[in-house]
């Protein structure tokens, strides 16, 4: 239907009167300094030339007052994530904002810029760069900073510098400790189902619109463009190391574990400007990303933030951060900072007050509200995490999964328990009548919650997938959330077209330069989770590898439907295989060309070849497009 039902209209207006949507000042921290900007941005791929980013993609967002298929919070982020263009911060201080979903930042050092988070992609950076260059004059990279580990903080580094000229400068790269490990390994294990649903967290697959993609609520959108993965050349390992680059004194302080888990803040004396990474972002941030992550630590998280105010806070007019906008002025980075340090301690310690009570996840989530003044400020609402699934998260880290019911210890998976809730309810036609009641009635999510039973019981039931479809849809035009919104809207339109959505985003591509950069130990464990474990029951085998480009061997091994690495040779391999480490990611990238390496003399082989094939046979590749909503 893809209209706004009475309930969702009522909905959304009941938000819009609810909050001061027309205060300002967001709006003039997003403007204030701004230097030249594009009418219309148009980004294009450097290799396939299709458009990966066009900013007339969000024309739509002109109308100053949202429509009814929007939440009107959720509209208001969007137009301030819309703007783009050249910012002036401070004097020797800018940003480059709207052309990526973060932000690249620029500081005047005594012979050029020392570029803060290169981007996602070289092509948005190279962008970025160009509108740099044309209002404030060609001035070479003398320094990169990332603020961490995430890839639309790294990935556009060539479009900043050539990759061979950093090299040939000696250029350098700052990065918090870990940086480089955690950079390829929080996505190593859980790659592709990571991937899958970050397709659905940030709407890759909807068009843009009012009843499409409006925002992430920490950006506009994820450009799917050309990334690469440059090293640290120095790593900050404890707070309080101070640098001089290119003339400039920057303090740092290590965040570890909260946002990211390689992370710092910094703060430049000189500019009295605080850069707060990602922990400080204008919204309530992610507690647990709903693509799927390790939960992270919010009382660490608030820590910092208190650690950032007390360390910088009296020495700073101005904070800004790697997404969304600055906030300018003594008393307001101070006031900035205590509510963003107080919303992640109150998710925290009220979670898990409550489940001290012993109430289980859901009924926390349902419980909690933010308190009115932290939820009267719009810098610290659900535009990218939400209360609700931080408050999950909270129990989570603590507590796990299970909720102590013996009754949901060991509950039938869905399809199972779809097919007898359905059959216990009288068959899927007098379910769907009942839910239809409750869609009129505008009771959405449990519709959502029951007609997912007779999706899973019957998954080629049209009227079941369009109910579905339709109640998802009307939660998503309700949801203050970009990636909630993104989640609902995706799903429906997965309901409605049986052809399912790809992955897409930078992920896709950045198998190569990501596996490049694991060790060789993070790619044999890269292996083991392809392994079919049942089928390899009953076989043993070991493999020696020699690399001798970076001097080393590694036994793999084979036994008990396991894989077991370690960096020796045994005496007992069938076989050694004999290649550089490189050779090692194209084969990893495409199993199809270990015959041409062979061929090639790049890749050798002594032994018996056979056991090679008979572990590689036994190696799944992961299902790109698995099902999420239907079984
Ligand atoms: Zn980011």
Same mark, same amino acid.
């Given at each position: ?108 050092? +005594? ?82 189902? @990571? ?68 992370? @710092? @803040? ?11 990474? +990602? ?23 608030? #820590? ?87 408050? #999950? ?21 869905? +399809? ?20 239809? #009641? ?83 130990? @993070? ?109």
């Amino acid at each position: 239907m893809s209209s706004a039902s009475p309930q969702t209209t009522a909905a959304n207006q009941g938000v819009a009167a609810e909050l001061p949507l027309d205060d300002p000042a967001d709006l003039a921290n997003v403007r204030r300094g701004r230097i030249a900007g594009l009418e219309r941005l148009v980004v294009h791929h450097s290799v396939h030339g299709h458009a990966i980013l066009d900013t007339e993609d969000w024309a739509f967002l002109d109308e100053d007052t949202a429509p009814s298929t929007v939440n009107p919070s959720l509209w208001r982020q969007a137009r301030l994530n819309r703007e783009h263009g050249l910012y002036e911060l401070a004097p020797g201080l800018y940003q480059v904002r709207g052309y990526d979903i973060s932000n690249i930042s620029l500081v005047e050092g +005594e012979t050029g810029w020392i570029v803060i988070d290169p981007l996602t992609s070289s092509e948005t950076a190279r962008a970025a760069m160009d509108l740099v260059r044309e209002h404030l004059g060609a001035r070479p990279v003398t320094a990169v900073i990332y603020t961490h580990s995430h890839i639309d903080h790294f990935a556009g580094l060539a479009g900043v510098i050539d990759l061979e000229e950093r090299a040939a400068r000696d250029v350098p790269i700052v990065a918090p400790e870990r940086f480089l490990v955690e950079a390829v390994s929080e996505n190593v294990i859980a790659g592709p189902a @990571m991937l899958r649903r970050a397709g659905y967290m940030y709407g890759n697959h909807l068009p843009t619109g009012p009843v499409g993609q409006v925002d992430c609520g920490l950006g506009r959108s994820v450009p799917a463009g050309s990334v690469s993965l440059v090293g640290p050349t120095h790593e900050i390992t404890a707070t309080g190391e101070e640098l001089v680059l290119d003339g400039v004194r920057i303090v740092f302080q290590l965040t570890p574990d909260a946002e990211a888990p390689a992370e @710092m @803040m910094f703060h430049f004396p000189h500019l009295r400007a605080l850069c707060a990474a +990602e922990n400080c972002t204008s919204v309530m941030h992610n507690l647990y990303t709903l693509r799927g992550a390790q939960v992270r630590d919010a009382l660490a998280w608030s #820590k910092y933030i208190n650690e950032a105010l007390h360390l910088f806070g009296d020495d700073s007019d101005l904070v800004f951060a790697s997404h969304n906008w600055p906030r300018f002025g003594r008393e307001e980075v101070r006031h900035y900072l205590r509510t963003q340090r107080d919303t992640y301690r109150y998710l925290h310690d009220q979670t898990m007050r409550l489940a001290n009570r012993g109430l289980v996840m859901t009924e926390i989530a349902e419980e909690l509200d933010l308190p009115a003044s932290l939820a009267g400020e719009f810098g610290n609402r659900g535009y990218y995490g939400t209360v609700n699934h931080n408050a #999950k998260a909270v129990y989570q880290r603590y507590l796990g999964w299970f909720d102590g019911n013996p009754a949901n210890l060991h509950p039938l998976p869905p +399809e199972q328990s779809a097919v007898r809730y359905v059959e216990y309810m009288g068959g899927a036609d007098a379910v769907l009548e009942r839910a239809r #009641k409750d869609f009129d009635a505008g009771d959405y999510r449990w519709v959502a919650q029951v007609v997912n039973h007779v999706v899973f019981a019957e998954p080629g039931n049209t009227a079941a997938r369009e109910l579905q479809a339709a109640a998802l849809e009307q939660l998503g035009f309700q949801a203050e959330s970009g990636p909630w919104r993104n989640f609902y809207l995706t799903g429906a339109l997965e309901l409605r077209r049986p052809q399912r959505t790809g992955p897409s985003g930078p992920g896709g591509r950045q198998a190569a330069a990501l596996l490049q950069a694991l060790t060789v130990d @993070m790619v044999f464990d890269l292996l083991g989770v392809r392994l079919d474990g049942p089928a390899a029951d009953g076989e043993e085998v070991a493999i020696g590898w020699r690399f001798p480009d970076i001097d080393q061997e590694w036994t793999l091994r084979l036994e008990h439907s396991a894989l077991s690495s370690w960096p020796e040779l045994d005496d007992d391999v069938a076989a050694t295989l004999t290649m550089s480490r490189s050779t090692l990611t194209r084969v990893l990238a495409d199993p199809t060309s270990i015959g041409a390496a062979l061929e090639e003399g790049e890749l050798t082989i002594d032994g018996d070849a056979g056991a090679l094939g008979r572990l590689f046979a036994l190696l799944e590749q992961p299902d790109p497009r698995f099902n999420i909503i239907e079984p």
